[in-house]
């Protein structure tokens, strides 16, 4: 279905050239002198090779549909994902530039969102939060009581939230898997 250039968000699917690309991300850009345009980086979804592209607001794109299910992660081999359908129990495996960075947040039996082209996985989309334990913080310093002061943390799977005062080692916390941050304490 052709849609406006300005429509399109990551994770779109568009037919460019006789070539399936997936949109890693798009930001629709008001320059100070001109029209306003899209400018959009797309992976090629046969070889995975990137490339950045510019198109007119007005510009009609080739939107191609996917069929969404719903995919239960099994377990990682190097870069290689392997998710199993929760109806079918048909395993997939992908590379992780398929699900992108926030590949650390998997967790065995996570429930992901997967969007295939032809039977062929495009777009691996997890849930928004997830529940994670943390293995390293400093001690709350004396007098560091401010709701608005928060200290580093090292979570399970390496990356780095600012936590409040009060979490200790061992904690698990619920973390936005979008933008890495804490959002509240998890409920045993």
């Known amino acids: 279905m052709k849609v406006n250039a300005s429509a399109l968000r990551a994770g779109n699917v568009i037919d460019q050239d006789g070539k399936l690309y997936v949109v890693v991300k798009g930001q629709n850009v008001t320059p100070g002198k001109g029209g306003t345009f899209m400018q959009a980086e797309l992976r090629d979804i046969r070889t995975g090779i990137k490339r950045d592209e510019r198109f007119r607001s007005t510009e009609q794109v080739e939107r191609v549909s996917l069929e969404d299910r719903e995919y239960q992660f099994l377990y990682r081999d190097g870069e290689q994902l392997t998710f199993m359908d929760t109806e079918s129990y048909d395993q997939v495996s992908v590379n992780q530039d398929v699900v992108g960075d926030v590949h650390v947040f998997l967790q065995e039996g996570m429930k992901c969102n997967v969007r295939s082209f032809e039977g062929t996985p495009l777009v691996v989309e997890l849930p928004q939060t997830c529940v994670m334990e943390i293995i390293d913080t400093e001690p709350a310093s004396k007098g560091q009581t401010a709701s608005s002061s928060y200290k580093p943390a090292k979570l399970e799977n390496g990356?780095?939230?600012?936590?409040?005062?009060?979490?200790?080692?061992?904690?698990?916390?619920?973390?936005?898997?979008?933008?890495?941050?804490?959002l509240e304490r998890a409920k045993s």
Do not use: E, F, L, Q
């Open 159 to 182: 990356v780095r939230v600012m936590v409040p005062p009060h979490i200790a080692p061992g904690t698990k916390i619920v973390v936005s898997i979008a933008d890495n941050t804490y």
